[in-house]
């Protein structure tokens, strides 16, 4: 079995800074792309940012400039640095790991528990 631990979230002004974490652990061979995604009150889930085991990255252009996606392969771990924080990034953020299972050897994509990012003067 799977398990993502998420942190980091919070109330923060305007203009204020978060750093998310997301940690993996369990049964796992390899991990691949490794994300955060968000879903605001009557919204759909959208992508924020996802980088693959090489480094690569994607980033929404709502978000461009101002987050940072990076991962820690030692720690199974990923992070998004928010900057410049605004309203409209309040959301429930959810990091997304798409994985390789050591037994059986089986991949599949696995959902943090998602943490509440407010941003409110």
């Known amino acids: 079995q799977v398990q993502l631990v998420e942190s980091g979230g919070g109330l923060v002004q305007p203009g204020g800074s978060l750093r998310l974490s997301c940690a993996a652990s369990?049964?796992?061979?390899?991990?691949?792309?490794m994300g955060w995604y968000r879903q605001a009150p009557g919204e759909q889930r959208e992508l924020v940012a996802t980088i693959t085991s090489g480094g690569s990255t994607v980033t929404a252009n709502s978000v461009k400039g101002r987050f940072t996606i990076s991962r820690d392969n030692a720690k199974n771990s990923v992070y998004l640095q928010m900057n410049s924080l605004k309203p409209e990034d309040t959301a429930v953020y959810y990091c997304n790991v798409e994985l390789v299972e050591l037994i059986p050897r089986s991949s599949g994509s696995y959902w943090g528990q998602g943490t509440q990012v407010t941003v409110s003067s």
């Open positions: 369990g049964s796992i061979f390899r991990i691949n792309t």
